[in-house]
């Protein structure tokens, strides 16, 4: 899921470089934080939220040949 959610981001933002994917797996979910640089907070959230909530949604999908439950938080 890492990996997923690091390609999405790096094609979103103009400063690839500053996008740091954490991955941190408790009993019933796997978290995975996103952080990015200030400048591109806008870009990862997109309007009413709607390119988080399709990150979300794919990441979701490819969690669930796993069945795991998948957090995607984007922090600052």
């Known amino acids: 899921m890492k990996?997923?959610?690091e390609v999405i981001a790096m094609s979103l933002v103009d400063h690839p470089d500053e996008v740091v994917v954490t991955e941190s797996e408790t009993d019933k979910a796997i978290v995975v934080e996103l952080k990015v640089a200030t400048e591109d907070m806008g870009k990862i959230i997109g309007k009413q939220g709607r390119i988080a909530?399709?990150?979300?949604?794919?990441?979701?999908?490819?969690?669930?040949?796993d069945d795991k439950k998948v957090?995607?938080?984007?922090?600052?």
């Open 3 to 5: 990996e997923l959610v």
């Open 53 to 65: 909530k399709a990150i979300r949604t794919v990441v979701k999908a490819a969690a669930s040949k």
């Open 71 to 76: 957090i995607v938080e984007i922090e600052q």
